[in-house]
């Protein structure tokens, strides 16, 4: 390897040092924006300039060690976490495909050239082949700048390169063993040596799926502090990371493993996702990219005509190889070119993968110093192409989709969410679910109300909205999602929530169920059912004994005929993204002919959501289910107001049947969109009432003659 220089570098002082770094980190993306370059070549283009090969600025020492390792840890661990799950298990198969390919066609290729043209060994020249047959996601970054990362092509490019790192590291963990030689002279037995790591993985990855994912319910089910949660998330990184280390793979494998286990974990729209993106954007990952280029020794191009050779030999057959994988998956597998050009720009960028499987090729004495400049030069060309290709592909992706949805989305689309709120321990929840609800393609805010008593403990109760609606404020901006608040002084509560629904011109209500049982008898509370009966607009009520990102499973009870009501897609448009945020399995209870309706909805707009149909002849089969809900299920009743097409008389003990079979469980009630105006007018009329009873005076002499009849 080619020597560090022996002179002191400029800088010294560690606060200088990181204030360099940061300097690096703020001036990159603006100069390579003025250039209409990638910012994350500037970022290692800066590490060569003021690294040990450059001006010598900065030492590559023991920060850029560790803040590197992070970084190149948070790259795959963001990889797997924001990966399609249930596009990966639908798509197995090119998934398999692709990450064969990729590993296989450069690996061929590099192997048989390394053999011919340059003369290496067979050892040396697998090595290099397995270098090349690997990739770091260097490039995913600007996947999620450009909020691409449940593309499928995305999740192709993640997963097949997962697929080959895995094979690349087995194959170069089998190369070690079979070469590796005892201080007596004795080659270790390769076998006996192969068969240990496959065990140690095996212990490794049942252990991982057995107990992660039930140690993490158990945290979040008990601690909603957001420094805790972030604190426990990157800790399952670490320890993942280290016990790949133990078993003889590089970490990288454990922290996009334990970002696979804990993707259900995590919704997309979630604060606590915002928070890993930000921190590991914002320093780690800008770390390990300025390390990388810290490690390019530019001059060794101009020492000899041999390191150039080996360069651009290298850079071009792996670069062909990957190239010849993705496009010709794209082909075997019917995408579009551009979908090609994303998969091709993913994989074929090398970093610290390449330069770990050089270190031990120099262990195993495989590596000289020519093979080693070229490996660390190769890094920078497949860099630059692989940011090149994939910020082009996105560019080409992101107008494409947006053009088609811009066709696709309804004009009139007025989504727009109210949050009414009052009680600090139900309001976190609501607007977590209100965030994994709403349609983040129309980026619009949410409303958050507090309603107040016009009493004389109206001025206290006004203070203690506004500390409340702060709160969620804080809680909303952590998802980088504006809330407008408002305090709201009214002598009718229900009055006082329809009026500020007309003037924020929202389209639906989410609200928390009555749970003060000591104030207020009735099942629906104080002023549900005056709501309910004087709104015609979507209103969801919601009561959650467990965080929502612990679910499992999305039960839900949909009334015959439902599905001729005005709201029937939206309710079932909210449901399938809190599905779909919450990668959990959603099942819906009905008749056939809804059922039918429901699931050809699912499979043309969310057709990753997975879902399951059981059919429900009658509504009186409501208390059956209760023995199918679990603690970890969401159970979701779709109602009616009286007098609508889905309603029937059978929903009046709707109130007695989950007090009775489904208390204590996660639960919400839906009144969807019904005559398909926003409110009832407040012009009095002979013909419609004003207000409707919660029971009339029929329904007590009916309850009266059962009580009799016994």
């Not at 770091?136 to 080959?164: D, E, K, N, W």
């Not at 399952?236 to 280390?245: C, E, K, Y």
């Not at 770390?287 to 360069?311: A, S």
Request: glycine fraction near 8%; proline fraction near 3%; include cysteine.
């Amino acid at each position: 390897m080619t020597r560090l220089l022996s002179t002191a570098p400029l800088i010294q002082d560690p606060t200088m040092i990181f204030f360099v770094v940061l300097l690096i980190i703020l001036l990159a993306p603006i100069i390579m924006g003025k250039l209409r370059i990638p910012h994350i070549i500037g970022m290692v283009l800066a590490g060569v300039l003021v690294g040990p090969y450059g001006l010598n600025v900065l030492q590559r020492g023991s920060s850029f060690e560790i803040f590197g390792q992070v970084g190149l840890y948070y790259i795959m661990f963001l990889a797997g976490l924001e990966m399609d799950m249930e596009s990966v298990k639908k798509n197995t198969r090119q998934f398999l495909i692709f990450g064969l390919l990729t590993c296989l066609v450069p690996l061929g290729l590099t192997y048989v050239v390394a053999q011919t043209v340059l003369g290496y060994s067979g050892a040396t020249s697998f090595l290099l082949g397995c270098i090349m047959a690997s990739n770091t996601l260097i490039a995913y970054p600007i996947v999620g700048r450009y909020g691409l990362q449940r593309h499928p092509s995305v999740g192709l490019s993640v997963g097949s390169s997962m697929i080959s790192l895995f094979l690349a590291l087995v194959m170069l963990a089998a190369l070690s063993q079979l070469t590796q030689v005892h201080d007596a002279g004795q080659a270790l037995s390769g076998p006996l040596g192969s068969l240990l790591f496959l065990l140690k993985l095996g212990a490794y990855m049942v252990g991982s799926v057995m107990v992660i994912p039930r140690l993490t319910r158990y945290f979040l089910r008990r601690y909603s502090d957001s420094v805790m949660q972030y604190i426990y998330v990157l800790s399952v990184m670490f320890l993942s990371a280290a016990l790949t280390s133990l078993i003889g793979l590089e970490g990288i494998f454990g922290a996009f493993m334990s970002g696979l286990i804990l993707n259900r974990y995590i919704p997309h729209a979630s604060p606590l996702m915002n928070r890993i993106e930000f921190i590991g954007n914002a320093i780690f990952i800008p770390y390990f990219l300025i390390g990388v280029g810290m490690l390019i020794n530019v001059q060794t191009v101009f020492e000899g005509g041999d390191v150039v050779w080996i360069v651009l030999l290298i850079a071009f057959i792996g670069t062909v190889g990957k190239a010849l994988a993705a496009y010709a998956s794209s082909i075997l597998f019917r995408l579009p070119q551009r979908d090609g050009n994303m998969m091709f720009g993913l994989t074929s960028a090398h970093a610290a993968g390449a330069i770990a499987m050089v270190m031990v090729g120099i262990r195993l004495q495989l590596v000289n110093n020519d093979m080693l400049n070229g490996v660390v030069m190769m890094i920078l060309v497949t860099c630059i192409i692989s940011t090149i290709m994939t910020e082009r592909a996105c560019q080409t992706i992101t107008v494409r989709e947006k053009t088609h949805l811009r066709q696709s989305t309804a004009t009139g689309d007025d989504e727009k969410i109210l949050i009414c709120v009052k009680y600090p321990e139900i309001a976190p929840q609501l607007l977590s679910m209100s965030l994994l609800m709403r349609n983040e393609e129309l980026n619009r805010g949410l409303v958050a109300l507090n309603v107040v008593y016009d009493d004389e403990h109206a001025i206290n109760g006004r203070e203690e909205g506004l500390r409340l609606l702060e709160q969620l404020q804080k809680q909303a901006a952590a998802s980088e999602v504006k809330v407008q608040t408002q305090v709201r002084l009214a002598t009718n509560i229900a009055n006082g929530i329809k009026h500020a629904f007309r003037e924020f011109a929202c389209s639906e209500i989410v609200m928390g169920m009555h749970v003060h049982t000591d104030r207020n008898p009735k099942f629906w509370g104080e002023f549900i059912q005056s709501l309910y009966n004087g709104l015609n607009r979507q209103i969801i009520l919601t009561r959650f004994v467990q965080p929502l990102n612990t679910l499992r499973r999305i039960q839900v009870a949909v009334p015959s005929r439902a599905e001729f009501e005005v709201g029937f897609h939206r309710w079932l448009e909210r449901l399938c993204r809190l599905a779909g945020q919450l990668d959990c399995r959603i099942q819906f209870h009905g008749r056939d002919e809804s059922l039918k309706l429901i699931r050809t909805y699912i499979h043309t707009h969310h057709s990753s959501v997975r879902a399951e149909y059981t059919d429900m002849k009658h509504w009186n089969e409501l208390p059956q289910l209760a023995s199918h809900i679990a603690d970890d299920h969401l159970f979701v009743v779709v109602t009616a107001r009286k007098g609508t097409i889905s309603y029937k008389n059978a929903q009046e003990r709707l109130p007695d049947e989950l007090q009775q079979y489904f208390s204590g469980k996660n639960l919400m009630i839906i009144f969807p969109d019904q005559f398909g105006a926003a409110t009832k007018d407040d012009r009095m009329s002979f013909t419609e009432a004003q207000h409707s009873e919660e029971s009339s005076i029929y329904d007590a002499i009916a309850r009266l003659i059962h009580r009799n009849s016994r």
